[in-house]
């Protein structure tokens, strides 16, 4: 093919391998020669360069030629974005030897010998009284917690399971139903007044991740903060959502 003035000083292009079977999506300069685009493809697709032969396919998979000439220029080659290089290995790799990551030794290493480094991570946090390291902080975090915690069931034993409420979450317009649950739950810390609402405005059917709390309809229960929980002579108000 006859080359053509370039537009651009990079090109992008996929790479593939006769080492593996994925392809990468690279961005390299055409003024790279063959001899310096083979090094910098050693960290792509794991071959010696002195091992690669390399062919250059069109957008449309078909063989441009062979990158053959180690001080050309990449540009020099009808090289575009969207052509792919194909790195042939000559080197007695076998397919997919580079991507069976079971085959590379870890490095491991004991809690014990790991607290004794003075330049790790949890040395520095230790040093430092950082996150789980600072007593206070935690001690305060914890407090807080409580605290928090204490309060949700001093609201949440004001809620009887029965009554009749209004919930009125921040950014959302009031809805009312009846209260179905009320105590702490598995997929979150801490007190949850479940609510069966009067219409289709909820989330589940009373079951959150596998475990039912209480029975209603899919999408009439949803569970909220006492906060946000007001009980009341609140009569049912119809939406008409049941009829769209």
């Known amino acids: 093919m006859e080359v053509t003035g370039l ?17 990468s999506e690279k961005r390299y300069s055409r003024s790279l020669t063959i001899a310096e685009f083979k090094c910098k493809l050693e960290l792509v697709v794991g ?3 002195s091992c690669m032969e390399l062919e250059l396919y069109g957008p449309d998979d078909k063989l441009y030629s062979k990158l053959d000439q180690e001080d050309a220029l990449l540009g020099s080659y009808p090289v575009d974005d969207g052509c792919r290089v194909h790195v ?11 991507e069976d990551v079971s085959k590379v030794e870890k490095y491991q290493i004991s809690q014990e010998a790991y607290d004794q480094r003075q330049d790790s991570v949890r040395s520095f946090l230790k040093r430092s009284k950082l996150g789980r390291y600072n007593e206070e902080e935690r001690a305060q975090q914890e407090a807080e917690a409580t605290q928090r915690l204490n309060e949700e069931k001093t609201q949440a034993r004001a809620i009887p399971v029965g009554s009749r409420c209004e919930v009125r979450a921040p950014g959302q317009p ?5 209260v179905m649950y009320v ?13 069966r609402y009067d219409e289709p405005l909820g989330k589940n059917d009373g079951s959150v991740n596998g475990k039912r709390y209480f029975e209603c309809q899919a999408k009439y229960g949803a569970f909220v903060k006492p906060s946000v929980v007001t009980v009341g002579d609140f009569p049912e108000e119809d939406y008409g959502l049941d009829e769209m």
């Open 88 to 98: 042939i290995d000559h080197s007695g790799a076998r397919l997919g030897e580079y």
């Open 7 to 23: 537009s651009a000083p990079t090109v992008t292009v996929f790479i593939s391998s006769s080492l593996n079977s994925f392809r």
């Open 183 to 195: 105590g702490l739950t598995d997929f979150k810390p801490g007190y949850w007044i479940g609510v």
């Open 174 to 178: 009031p809805r009312r139903g009846t």
């Open 47 to 49: 071959s010696p360069a």
